[in-house]
């Protein structure tokens, strides 16, 4: 076997240097946050962290300034799993230096939930944290929803780096829809969607009535299907205001739709939105499942709409269409926000919820889960395998919106679909082990692995995931991890051969 190149150890750090600068100048945001809303030792805390986190990343630029400006894809799986790492350790330092959350492990998980946009938590009381510190909270979903790597990316020319490695490890779904020739036009264009999506929510949300800073939190919470919010209730806080929610309700379908699909649609090329398959089953999905939903509060008489907060009368259909949509939304895009405790409505409703879990958005979207583009992948494979057994010497390709699908990447979808439910199975039978009951269990390792936030039993959404031992924190923070970074880019890690220079 010929000898492959040795890793390139200084561009790799040289690349974590540079994400630990971008981290450092959102902690030092936040704290312009902290200080106009908080007081000064708040500021100074966040600032401390974020000059910790400059300085870190200064030194690990500084040190590796030699490095060969060439980067394979060993480099690239690397850089984007330990890149997760290391944003996420120094992300903990404004939750511990201010003492809003004292606990490593609970910062760590706080954090890792944060940028892997899970949405999961172990705050009991949100509304006691400093606007500072949640501010910095939804920014860690904001950096992670698109990806700081991809965002990277659009800055790696200016170091002489091409970063088409790293965008084929980060980008999210089964393939990477390009928007332009070169790989850091498609990271602008796709960042650039992003934050316009992000302004126009926030402005939206506090024309409905949220305070500023509740907006804008909110906003970076939903275009990163992520799920954290500055009030206990969640989006229940505000379900006196079906505006709030409605804008919520839009602006999270979007952010489960292909960004390539938004930017086409800005370019006023509607037919390539609509002609597009995976959109048309990821709206059919939506629609269908919440039709079903809204008929099980609608009929099942001895089960009220009960939000966190406020009790709601079952005849108000308008507040059952709301909820029903809200949750599927939510749940389907994996962002994990709460309008009200849906594993109260019925155990069938419960049970549609659990498998929403396992859908996901569409590829390229900022969604988590396996992703509908792969479901739809497999049923038509599934349908074709029968064709196959009748007419053994038939060509039947798989097909995507009209043209032929390589057998490497069905065998991929496959191999991916069989490894996520392995790692479900074995992240829900490291819970138990812990001592925690079957609902919990399973719902845990699903939600976290699929980024989706709340999920049964003690960790429903009326609960968070502080319940859990600090050993099942770090054990959900892992699934979050490779659920997020979709499994074969943290596990090939695992491999042997990945480290052989043979």
């Given at each position: 076997?010929?000898?492959?190149?040795?890793?390139?150890?200084?561009?790799?750090?040289?690349?974590?240097?540079?994400?630990?600068?971008?981290?450092?100048?959102?902690?030092?945001?936040?704290?312009?946050?902290?200080?106009?809303?908080?007081?000064?030792?708040?500021?100074?805390?966040?600032?401390?962290?974020?000059?910790?986190?400059?300085?870190?990343?200064?030194?690990?630029?500084?040190?590796?300034?030699?490095?060969?400006?060439?980067?394979?894809?060993?480099?690239?799986?690397?850089?984007?799993?330990?890149?997760?790492?290391?944003?996420?350790?120094?992300?903990?330092?404004?939750y511990l230096l201010t003492g809003s959350i004292p606990s490593f492990t609970n910062?760590?998980?706080?954090?890792?939930?944060?940028?892997?946009?899970?949405?999961?938590?172990?705050?009991?009381?949100?509304?006691?944290?400093?606007?500072?510190?949640?501010?910095?909270?939804?920014?860690?979903?904001?950096?992670?929803?698109?990806?700081?790597?991809?965002?990277?990316?659009?800055?790696?020319?200016?170091?002489?780096?091409?970063?088409?490695?790293?965008?084929?490890?980060?980008?999210?779904?089964?393939?990477?829809?390009?928007?332009?020739?070169?790989?850091?036009?498609?990271?602008?264009?796709?960042?650039?969607?992003?934050?316009?999506?992000?302004?126009?929510?926030?402005?939206?949300?506090?024309?409905?009535?949220?305070?500023?800073?509740?907006?804008?939190?909110?906003?970076?919470?939903?275009?990163?299907?992520?799920?954290?919010?500055?009030?206990?209730?969640?989006?229940?806080?505000?379900?006196?205001?079906?505006?709030?929610?409605?804008i919520i309700i839009i602006f999270m379908f979007l952010a489960g739709t292909n960004?390539?699909?938004?930017?086409?649609?800005?370019?006023?090329?509607?037919?390539?939105?609509?002609?597009?398959?995976?959109?048309?089953?990821?709206?059919?999905?939506?629609?269908?499942?919440?039709?079903?939903?809204?008929?099980?509060?609608?009929?099942?008489?001895?089960?009220?709409?009960?939000?966190?907060?406020?009790?709601?009368?079952?005849?108000?259909?308008?507040?059952?269409?709301?909820?029903?949509?809200?949750?599927?939304?939510?749940?389907?895009?994996?962002?994990?926000?709460?309008?009200?405790?849906?594993?109260?409505?019925?155990?069938?409703?419960?049970?549609?919820?659990?498998?929403?879990?396992?859908?996901?958005?569409?590829?390229?979207?900022?969604?988590?889960?396996?992703?509908?583009?792969?479901?739809?992948?497999?049923?038509?494979?599934?349908?074709?395998?029968?064709?196959?057994?009748?007419?053994?010497?038939?060509?039947?390709?798989?097909?995507?919106?009209?043209?032929?699908?390589?057998?490497?990447?069905?065998?991929?979808?496959?191999?991916?679909?069989?490894?996520?439910?392995?790692?479900?199975?074995?992240?829900?039978?490291?819970?138990?082990?812990?001592?925690?009951?079957?609902?919990?269990?399973?719902?845990?390792?699903?939600?976290?692995?699929?980024?989706?936030?709340?999920?049964?039993?003690?960790?429903?959404?009326?609960?968070?995931?502080?319940?859990?031992?600090?050993?099942?924190?770090?054990?959900?923070?892992?699934?979050?991890?490779?659920?997020?970074?979709?499994?074969?880019?943290?596990?090939?890690?695992?491999?042997?051969?990945?480290?052989?220079?043979?």
């Amino acid at each position: 076997m010929p000898n492959r190149p040795r890793l390139n150890y200084k561009i790799i750090f040289h690349l974590m240097g540079v994400l630990l600068l971008f981290n450092g100048g959102f902690m030092l945001i936040s704290a312009i946050i902290g200080y106009f809303y908080d007081n000064i030792s708040i500021a100074l805390g966040i600032i401390s962290s974020g000059l910790i986190t400059l300085f870190t990343g200064l030194m690990f630029m500084f040190f590796t300034r030699d490095h060969k400006k060439v980067i394979q894809k060993r480099e690239g799986y690397i850089v984007v799993t330990f890149g997760w790492i290391f944003m996420s350790l120094s992300g903990c330092l404004p939750y511990l230096l201010t003492g809003s959350i004292p606990s490593f492990t609970n910062a760590f998980f706080e954090t890792m939930s944060g940028y892997t946009t899970t949405g999961a938590s172990i705050l009991n009381d949100i509304e006691a944290i400093p606007n500072g510190i949640l501010f910095w909270r939804s920014t860690t979903h904001w950096i992670g929803g698109m990806g700081i790597i991809v965002l990277a990316i659009a800055i790696l020319p200016l170091l002489g780096i091409g970063g088409m490695q790293l965008f084929a490890a980060e980008a999210p779904g089964p393939n990477a829809d390009k928007l332009h020739p070169r790989i850091t036009d498609t990271a602008k264009r796709l960042w650039l969607i992003y934050f316009g999506y992000t302004v126009a929510e926030t402005i939206l949300l506090k024309l409905a009535g949220m305070s500023f800073l509740d907006a804008i939190n909110h906003a970076m919470s939903t275009l990163s299907t992520g799920g954290f919010s500055t009030k206990n209730a969640s989006v229940a806080y505000w379900n006196d205001n079906p505006a709030v929610q409605y804008i919520i309700i839009i602006f999270m379908f979007l952010a489960g739709t292909n960004f390539v699909l938004s930017y086409f649609a800005f370019k006023g090329k509607l037919r390539n939105v609509w002609k597009d398959e995976e959109f048309k089953l990821y709206t059919a999905f939506t629609v269908g499942f919440t039709i079903l939903v809204v008929f099980i509060i609608i009929l099942k008489a001895d089960v009220s709409i009960s939000s966190i907060n406020h009790p709601m009368v079952l005849g108000e259909y308008e507040s059952a269409i709301r909820h029903g949509l809200f949750q599927v939304i939510s749940v389907i895009t994996t962002t994990g926000f709460v309008s009200a405790d849906f594993t109260m409505w019925a155990p069938f409703a419960t049970m549609i919820f659990f498998g929403l879990m396992f859908l996901g958005g569409s590829a390229g979207s900022t969604s988590g889960g396996i992703k509908v583009v792969r479901h739809l992948m497999i049923i038509r494979n599934g349908i074709l395998e029968f064709k196959r057994t009748l007419h053994p010497n038939a060509i039947l390709p798989v097909r995507h919106n009209g043209k032929s699908v390589s057998k490497e990447i069905v065998f991929n979808i496959l191999g991916f679909f069989i490894l996520y439910l392995l790692a479900w199975i074995i992240g829900a039978c490291g819970l138990a082990s812990m001592g925690l009951d079957f609902p919990t269990a399973l719902g845990g390792s699903a939600s976290s692995l699929g980024n989706v936030g709340p999920a049964f039993g003690m960790l429903s959404p009326v609960n968070n995931f502080d319940a859990l031992p600090a050993i099942g924190k770090w054990w959900c923070a892992f699934l979050m991890m490779i659920g997020r970074l979709e499994l074969f880019t943290v596990l090939i890690l695992f491999t042997p051969f990945f480290w052989r220079n043979r």
